[in-house]
Structures are given as structure tokens and as C-alpha cells.
């Protein structure tokens, strides 16, 4: 049993953020890829992700990818037990499943991994063969049939935005979750501006570029050293400050360890000043012209 810091609980209770639909969100929420792959971390990742509930990191993320549906289903058995209109559950569905064929199956086994009735945000996980019109139907008659709440897309551009836009119902779309940290800032020249504009907020995947592809040791940058000893803080919650400055970004970061949970939620109640985000800009500069957008 790990207690809980009640000041960082308040804190992370304290940021939310508001879909065009209306909903509110908590804006720090938890990841879920590569969990469940190791049996003995099962345990840890269980604990990990309650204590991120017990903080109020009730916002969810997961998808039908991750080892192979594992991470959902020990999704479903950490959250067995709370009460379900605490949480928000979101999962993806493959680009491959994600047309009238095969869409119906994804979701209803994703349902059942989670063990509950509806997904409270439904992603297309990145862009495949299956045009986007089909999609959107698929998207939106889940919506009907009571299975998701509401759906948005995953690692699209600024022309994939633009596509959707033009798409029957395109405009559904809640949120599009993409890579974004500290070392990656490209979305912050078109793509961000873009769905500032229609008050889509931005889902951010790998907040701590700590996983796959493009994973970069941001943790021991002198920069963000710099800052966290200014804040007395680590280096992971000088990261996760970063996404979390702006009213527009929503971080996901994962974490398989309680002390990374707890570590994580107390970032929340971090505020970056102007001369924290000067020293961050200088060493991770900000795009000044369009680049192409970073996926895992
Ligand atoms: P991440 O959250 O940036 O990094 C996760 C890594 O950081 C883990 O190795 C974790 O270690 C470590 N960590 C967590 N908290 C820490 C702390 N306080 N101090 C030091 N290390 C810490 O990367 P991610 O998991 O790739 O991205 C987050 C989530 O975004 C994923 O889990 C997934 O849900 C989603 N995602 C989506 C896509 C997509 O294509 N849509 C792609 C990638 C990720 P421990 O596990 O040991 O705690």
C-alpha cells in the first residue's frame, strides 16, 4: 500500500482539460504500452496504475497494439473495483481493423479486456488503407450503438487533420494524440495552432521520450537538470511541467514503478516561469519551420 501525497493529488485534480465536445478531462493521465509483457512486473504495473487513480490520473490510455490486448486486459483488472465514472478509458484501434469489416470485433474485444460497457474515447491508431470516410462511419456508429462516447485519431499530420476536416462528420473528432516532448516540438509550428483554433486539445504520447524509436535521454540534459534543481524537483517532472504549461496539451506518460507514479503526479503541481522555459527553449529550441511529424 502506498500512500498518497495529498497535496499532489489536489494539484493533479486541479488541471483539467475540455474536450470540443464539451467533456472534462483530467489533463494528466496514465500510459499503458509495454505493460503486461513481463509477467513479474505485473504486480508493479497493477499497483502503479491505482496509485495513478488514487491521484487522480483517472484518464487512461491504452490500445488493442499493445501486447496484443495483455495491456488492456490488465488494464481492465487494476481498475476492477473503481467506480466507473471515475475513469476515462481510451483505447485504439489497429489502422488494418479499423473499417466496417473488422472495427465491430476490435471494439467489442477491447470491451471485453476492459471489462466495461463502453470506451470513453475511441483512436484510430495511426492512418492505414481504410479511407478516412469509412472510418468516420465506423467511428460514429459506435457512437450509436453505445459502444465509445466519442473517438479521435492518432499520429496525424497537419494534412491528415486537414483530410478529416473535409470527411462526412470529420469534425466529430475530439482530440489527436501524437509524439511530443521537450526534444520533440514539431507540432508546435502547425499542428498544435491548428487545433488550438478549433479547441482541440492535444493528447501527447511519450511525454518523458523514454520509449521506443525516437526514445532520447532527456533525463540527464544539463538544461533540465538545471530546472529541476531550481524546483527541487526531477528531471521527469521538469518534462512533464513542460507538456503540461500549455492548457492545450494532455500527457500521457507511463509509468510501470509506484515511486514513477508518485514521482509523475507531483508535477502537476509545477509551474515553469519565464526564465525556467527561456533556459528550455535555448537548449531545445522551438521549430521555426514546418518538420515532419515525430511517430514512435
Ligand atoms: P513515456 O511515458 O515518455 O516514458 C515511459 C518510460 O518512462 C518508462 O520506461 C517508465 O519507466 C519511465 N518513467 C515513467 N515515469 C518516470 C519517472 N518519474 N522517472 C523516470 N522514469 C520514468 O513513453 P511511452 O510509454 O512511450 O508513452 C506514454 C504513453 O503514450 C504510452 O504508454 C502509450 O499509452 C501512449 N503511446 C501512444 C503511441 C501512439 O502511437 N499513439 C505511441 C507511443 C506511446 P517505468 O515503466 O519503469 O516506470
Redesign the pocket.
Known sequence: MHSIDQSAAEAVSALTVTLPDGTTIPRLG??????AEQPQ?RN??IA?LRLGIEYGMTL????EM?AGGR?ESLLGEAVSGVARDRLFL?S?VYPHNAGKARIFKSCEDSLRRLKTEALDLY?L??RGSVPLEETVWCMEELIRQGKILRWGV??FGLGDMEELWGVPGGRGCQTN???Y?LGSRGVEFDLLPWMAQRKMPL??????????RL?RDL?SDPAVLKVAQRHGA????I??AFTLRSEAIF???????P??????AK?AAIRLDADDLAALDSAFPAPRRKVPLD??
Open positions: 496514465q500510459g499503458t504500452w509495454h505493460m512486473k508493479d504495473e502503479s487512461i490510455d491504452t490500445a499493445y495491456s481510451v485504439k483512436l491508431h495511426w492518432s499520429n494524440q501524437v509524439l516532448h493528447m501527447a504520447y511519450c511525454p518523458l521520450a523514454q520509449a521506443g526514445k533525463l526531477s528531471p521527469a517532472q518534462l512533464l500527457p500521457v506518460p507511463k509509468a510501470g514503478v515511486s514513477h507514479v508518485a514521482d509523475n508535477a511517430i514512435q
